[in-house]
């Protein structure tokens, strides 16, 4: 290593562009896995001011929470936070809840999320996070700017037949774009028709998957047992050919009892089928750098 003297000697001596600050180098934005499908956005200089979103928070303790019906009796999440939550929680400018299912928005979530913060949902929530006291609702219909963040919502199908109505409700994907930076979260949805047009339309350079391959197992009125409800490890293959540019960030995966689909599972597929390159399978805790992602 050069003794930091040699290495202002160097400054000086460049005869090419100014070498750029660390603060200018170093990514401008981040993204931490929490743990399921909760995962935080972190843009490090929108006007030169730092904002967090915080997207789809389960916050409770390990085994707190009752099961996803028809699948196995394990109480949920079957892990803990690899975070504090509080912290957690007063890092966050902002939450996204893609869609209010127990393993987006949990109890605790509903307990402990102050109510007076600026929550994004889609329309069909809106009354039921009102019901619950949440009184700084911003629903996200088509499209929304805030701080130079355009949050923009496109229809998607939770399962094949999904029509948007109970027992399931709607469910969304969204896009985030910035001037540089173009995210894309799929919400719980398959890759059908709607998903395709909407990763095709908007091209992002980062799709946070939800996998997981989540279904009921046992015979009930609401959906056929084996019916897929998140991504399968075949979708996500799919989608890289679809957007080869793209880097997908898989999660949803290991915390709630219906997802069938591990992280382990997963990377064993990801190197089968020399997927590295493209798809990610973050830990529970995991900083991802957005540059580093477009990168490697
Ligand atoms: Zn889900």
Redesign the pocket.
Known sequence: MLPFGALALLGCAATGPSPKSAAETASAVEIQFIRS?TVAIKYKNLDRKSVTILVDPILADKGTEPPIDFSNTNKNPTIELPVDKKQLLESADAILITHY?P??FDLEAERIVPRDTLIFCQPYDEARLREKGFSNLQVIDRTFTWKGITISRLLARHHEGAVGAPPFGESSSYSLQTKKEALFFTG?AILDDRLRAALTSVRPNVIVA?TGE?QFTKENPVLTPGTPM?LTVGELKEMTQLLPRSKVVAV?MDAINHCQLTKDGLRKYVASEHLKGSIVVPTEGDVMAYDALMKN
């Open positions: 499908a299912h393993d987006h719980d939800n989540c998140t949803h």
